[in-house]
């Protein structure tokens, strides 16, 4: 474990960040020992409280309700109720078009929109280098990440609109009649035209943190690769992305988390049945309508906590595949 | 020749293209701002069509006082919500963030661990449980409820932020105060607080905009209409009609969306600063 702490910090190139062992000397600088509990106490305390009361315990609870029926008997049942569910898995829907189920939609997010979003904003940051004015065009990409998001979702449902929008006027004067219509209408569209246009909303947080990484390349490193007459695509595979490793990890991970958790775009654009017979539907809003009749039927309370823990379940992989990569570079 | 030729094309391409994304980008903006300045008859065919513009306020106007949804009571709402929900948190994440980086206790490292491990946490895993508490603490529906939830929801991320932030700074005067006799609390009062006020800043402005732009959890706590955010109240601009009227519906949008981008714009430095330390900490 210290040598997991000790790698992650190493990777992350934080002198500070999980930092062992400086605190020990400070700690004998302080007062008598009570003294020293009580202050640990107060410094602690209110932070501890709130995160147990209103994090841990509900994470806890919500596995449990997972495992239980509504009279607290234990069950698998709640399991297999969702992933029997066609809502959440539609093999009869293979290959095309959705629904396809939830947890399907969430993959087909995550294996079209990380991708792209990761290396347009990769390709963005090296060529800004070049570029007059490139805090402008930052801030012009960057203002997806500081949009609401489900101001992002109205602004979806505006751009895939027929009529006012221009993506099917675009395909209209491009002569292609099967895209010059409402996407999100329609099962074929809506659930690629959310993901195209969420890359829209989330390339700029890629642009940003390779933007950052790039500046901490020394320029002695290009330099030096130019007079040996390395080739530009060499220097980019040799030198540029294995130096960029921290930044690609971290930017998966957020947004894998980020693609997981997808809610706001959704029920702005389409609604929160997840459009035309869930044709853009995806899990946390799956989890929202299990929650909402949980009201009036308890049992789906159990649905909602299943679908939530799966949810977690998934983010926790994401997570730890990004700690596990950092600790082994370390 | 021809090879300083070949840069200067470069050179141009290059800049194209990065334009011509940064417009590409711009568009749905465009788009919002044309018609939510508009009669939304002018735009049924698209925004784009200039020869018949009557700029009007007249969107904005019924945005903020349309009597159901009036995006300007979301907007004192907002405020209420966000202004305790990102001071708190910032108060209490920097006692622990600050405990965690000067003392030293039995299983720390595990500790804070746990708590950073938490921000991976989606929300939809706490929200049957949090409203069941709220439920029975009778604070369903009451923008308390929303203002806890947030505090203890930014604590993760604002403690590993304030940690890292005290663990740089230099110990010296801290000591200095301590062989004075000063005891913790006021060290941490008097002499670290001050000095951390630009990464409150960073920390504010993340926070902040975390809790303006959040839907899920003021969706699942809250139910009056007067009650709401101004989040909460966009989509309803669009419901309830045969057609959507794209005017109101945009005009609602820009004024929701305006308040993190001045934000953004104002304190841009803070605001990257809080990102980058958030995530890699260069």
């Known amino acids: 474990m210290r040598e997991a702490l000790a790698g992650i910090r190493r990777s992350l190139r934080l002198p500070s960040f999980l930092h062992r062992g400086g605190g020990d000397q400070r700690t004998a600088r302080l007062g008598p020992r009570a003294r020293k509990t009580a202050t640990r106490v107060v410094f602690l305390a209110p932070a501890l409280v709130l995160v147990i009361f209103l994090v841990v315990y509900p994470v806890l609870q919500t596995v449990y309700l997972s495992f239980v029926t509504p009279q607290g008997t234990a069950t698998l049942g709640n399991y297999e109720r969702v992933i029997t569910d066609p809502t959440t898995l539609n093999p009869a829907g293979l290959p095309w078009p959705p629904p396809l189920g939830t947890l399907l939609h969430n993959a087909l997010w995550i294996a079209i929109h990380l991708p792209i979003s990761l290396f347009f904003g990769l390709w963005l940051a090296l060529i800004l280098r070049e570029v007059k004015g490139s805090s402008i065009v930052k801030s012009a990409i960057f203002l997806g990440m500081v949009t609401p998001m489900i101001v992002g979702g109205v602004m979806l449902r505006f751009l895939f609109e027929q009529g006012p929008g ?63 007459g390395t080739p530009p695509h060499r220097m980019f595979f040799r030198i540029t992305f294995p130096l960029l490793r921290p930044m690609t990890l971290v930017i998966i991970t957020m947004t894998l988390l980020w693609e997981l958790k997808i809610f706001d775009i959704v029920y702005a654009a389409v609604d929160r049945s997840g459009g035309t017979r869930g044709s853009a539907d995806v899990l946390s809003l799956q989890m929202y309508r299990y929650f909402v009749t949980g009201a009036t039927n308890p049992v789906y309370y159990g649905l909602a906590a299943v679908v939530a823990t799966l949810l977690t379940l998934l983010t926790l992989v994401g997570t730890a595949w990004l700690f596990r990569r950092m600790v082994k570079r370390g | 020749m021809t090879k300083r030729r070949k840069i200067r094309m470069r050179t141009i391409v290059v800049h194209l293209l990065a334009w011509g994304v940064a417009l590409i980008w711009m568009i749905p903006f465009l788009g919002i701002f044309s018609t939510a300045t508009r009669p939304t008859s002018e735009v049924a065919f698209g925004w784009w069509q200039l ?105 993760p991320w604002i403690i590993l932020f304030m940690r890292n932030f005290f663990t740089a700074l230099p110990l010296e005067v801290e000591e200095a105060a301590r062989v004075d006799g000063a005891s913790d609390l006021k060290i941490f009062f008097r002499i670290v607080l001050p000095m951390a006020i630009p990464a409150f800043a960073s920390a504010g402005i993340l926070q902040f905009m975390w809790v303006w732009n959040d839907f899920f959890f003021a969706l699942i706590l809250i139910y009056t209409t007067d009650k709401m955010p101004a989040t909460l109240l966009v989509p309803k601009l669009a419901a309830g009609q045969q057609l959507t009227d794209w005017g109101l519906l945009s005009a609602g949008s820009i004024l929701v969306l305006i308040v993190p981008l001045a934000l953004y714009v104002l304190l841009q430095k803070y605001y990257i600063r809080g990102m980058i330390g958030w995530t890699i900490k260069g």
Do not use: C
């Open chain 1, 166 to 228: 221009v993506v099917p006027a675009f395909f209209d004067a491009a002569g292609i009649p099967s895209l010059a219509r409402s996407w999100l209408l329609y099962r074929e569209t809506a659930l690629l035209g959310l993901i195209f246009g969420s890359v829209w909303l989330w390339t700029g947080f890629s642009l940003i943190v390779y933007s950052a990484g790039l500046t901490t390349i020394p320029k002695d490193y290009f330099e030096a690769a130019k007079i040996d």
């Open chain 2, 51 to 155: 020869n018949r513009y009557h700029p009007t306020l007249d969107n904005f106007i019924s945005a903020l006082t349309e009597p159901r949804f009036s995006i300007s009571i979301g907007y004192v709402n907002s405020l209420i919500i966000a202004v305790p929900a990102t001071l708190v948190p910032i108060f209490v994440a920097s006692l622990a963030g600050y405990g965690f980086s000067r003392f030293s206790f039995p299983m720390r490292d595990y500790l804070f661990l746990s708590i950073v491990l938490l921000m991976s946490v989606p929300a939809q895993m706490v929200a049957i449980p949090v409203f069941q508490i709220m439920v029975n603490l009778d604070l369903v529906d009451n923008q308390l409820s929303l203002i806890l939830l947030h505090t203890a929801w930014g604590l």
